[in-house]
Structure formats: structure tokens, C-alpha cells
């Protein structure tokens, strides 16, 4: 299968950008199943990216829904060492205005219905992976850089991002009291994203988009679907602009993915003891590790 390097996680207006060129698609199939869609390859910059439209092309998954380790076991088989995940996301603070963008540096886990969904392990082979840090810091370097390349776009570097069940918005009772804890923004999907990754040894960082106040401002209505997909149509050039700049900074990168290895000291299961059907089915990942 073809190896490449960089991959990316978000909606329609990210894979049919007007400089992606030699654009194919590819379907990969995992031993989780198929992921959301089949992926958009395709050049950007000079760069061969795999591009995943996470709800599916015509947003037809919810969050409870969407196959995590499906995808991210994809983008696994594809070669990936990085993923810039792109999301809409709500704000919990006044000064994170919607068409802002943030970089987020920590997650907070507030989803219920997506155990299996969270990690690879299980099954005979039992993994607890260090993710203190959930975002790889070297891609929340280029992220900002990138951003800063592109005019009037306001960027916020640093926060936590509280990940909820959904797919109903939040009750104004919980977005208070995500308030209080000190939480800055909101979504439903990448928490998932970056556990996954991570036990992939895979570098992650997320674009957020800000689109709205949830639905504690006072002088903001509540927000909506039509809300959320009105500034994200104004958000997706910009978006577009800075995910083109980071693909040439990250293919230009002189240093290794530095989670490479990260795996090998997570499993506590003896390797000779693997269960043969787990570990056949975790071989990209884990593969190198097992018992000669």
C-alpha cells in the first residue's frame, strides 16, 4: 500500500481545496472495519496527503457513531506519522469569538458511550498509554506558524478542549459548569481522535474552528446547526490557507515523529503470552514488538 506521511481529518471544504492536484480516492478497509469514508489522496503543495472526511462525505455519521479506530488504524496502514485534525467547535470563553481559530493542548473527556471506541487494546493484550501531553507540541508549532501566515485570522495557542457525547448541544446548566472547571472550548470528536493516535504512534494536533458560544452567552442565541454552518463556511478558506502552509512545514520537518516507539513501553502484557489473534490484528501497530 502507498506510504504517506501526512494525514488530515475534517469536512468536505478541506479535500476539495482549488491546489489539491492528482486528487484519487482510496478505500481501506481495517481489521475495525471501514472508516468513515473512503480517503482523498492528493497533492498539496508538491505533498502527497491522505485527507479523511470524518462524518462522512454528506456529514451522514454522528459523533457516538463515527468508527475512531477504524479511521485512525487507516491512516496507520497508509504511512501516516502525522494528523492535523481540522473540527468546528464551540467557545466557553468570551474572548474565543466565533471565526477564531485555537490550538488546543489538552483534552477533557466527558463522552459515555465510546469505551471501545477509545482505545486498540484489549482482547489479551492490555496497553495503558502516557498521555498527560494528548497533543504532539512540535504540530502545535506549525500549526501556529502557519496560521500566522494568514491575514486577519485570530488564533488562540493553548487550551482545553472538553469532548461531550452529543450529538444534542449542550443544556445551559453543563455549559456553565464547563465554565466553572476551565474549560475553553467544546466539541465532540477529537478526544477519541488524539487516544487513538497516540497509541498508533502517530503525532496529532487539532485546527479548531470556532463557531459559536455554546449557549452561556447571554447576548448570543443558542447555538444551532445552521449556526455552526454558517461560520464554518466562512472559516473554511482560512482554514484551507493554513492546513496548505502546515503540509509544507511538517513534509519539511528534519526530525523523526517523536511518539515513534511510545507503544513499546505501554503493554503490560508479557509478549510471549499475546493473544496470536489481537496481535494479528494490531500488526501495524504493535507487529514490531511481539516475541521472535
Known amino acids: 500500500m502507498e506510504q504517506i506521511k501526512i494525514g488530515i481529518i475534517g469536512g468536505s471544504g478541506l479535500y476539495q481545496m482549488p491546489e489539491l492536484k492528482n486528487v484519487r480516492e482510496v478505500e481501506v478497509e481495517t481489521p475495525f472495519g471501514k472508516p468513515s469514508d473512503a480517503f482523498i ?16 462525505r454528506g456529514h451522514k ?14 491512516m496507520k496502514m497508509l504511512g501516516v506519522d502525522y494528523i492535523l485534525s481540522v473540527s468546528a467547535v464551540g467557545s466557553l470563553r468570551e474572548d ?33 498509554i502516557t498521555f498527560a501531553h494528548p497533543v504532539c507540541s512540535e504540530l502545535g ?10 491575514e486577519d485570522l485570530k488564533l488562540h495557542r493553548g487550551g482545553t478542549y472538553i469532548c461531550m ?35 498508533a504512534e502517530i503525532a496529532y494536533a487539532t485546527l479548531a474552528l470556532v463557531t459559536d458560544y455554546d ?25 484551507q490557507l493554513v492546513l496548505k502552509e502546515a503540509v509544507k512545514r511538517v513534509d519539511a520537518k528534519e526530525t523523526p515523529n517523536p511518539f515513534e516507539g511510545a507503544t513499546r513501553s505501554a503493554i503490560f502484557t508479557a509478549p ?10 494490531l500488526d501495524a501497530i504493535i507487529g514490531k514488538y511481539a516475541a521472535k
Not at 498539496?44 to 485527507?51: D, I
Not at 449557549?215 to 482554514?239: F, P, T
Not at 510471549?272 to 490484528?281: E, G, Q
Request: aromatic share 10%; hydrophobic share 40%; glycine share 6%.
Open 41 to 56: 489522496i492528493g497533492e498539496l503543495e508538491n505533498v502527497t496527503v491522505a485527507f479523511l472526511p470524518r462524518h462522512g
Open 61 to 74: 455519521l454522528t459523533p457516538s457513531e463515527l468508527p475512531f479506530r477504524a479511521n485512525i488504524y487507516a
Open 96 to 128: 474565543f469569538a466565533p471565526t477564531d481559530f485555537c490550538i488546543p493542548d489538552q483534552f477533557f473527556d466527558r463522552t459515555r458511550a465510546r469505551a471501545h471506541e477509545s482505545t486498540f487494546f484489549g482482547e489479551g493484550i492490555v496497553g495503558h
Open 141 to 150: 508549532d506549525i500549526l501556529e506558524e502557519s496560521c500566522k501566515t494568514v
Open 165 to 199: 457525547e452529543g450529538p444534542a448541544f449542550s443544556t445551559k446548566a453543563e455549559s456553565n459548569v464547563y465554565r466553572k472547571w476551565g474549560m475553553d472550548i467544546i466539541g465532540m470528536t477529537n478526544l477519541q481522535e488524539a487516544k487513538l493516535a497516540r497509541e
Open 215 to 239: 449557549c452561556w452567552h447571554e447576548e448570543h442565541d443558542a447555538v444551532s446547526a445552521e449556526m455552526v454552518i454558517g461560520y464554518l463556511q466562512k472559516n473554511v478558506r482560512n482554514a
Open 272 to 281: 510471549d503470552t499475546w493473544n496470536p489473534a489481537t496481535l494479528k490484528k
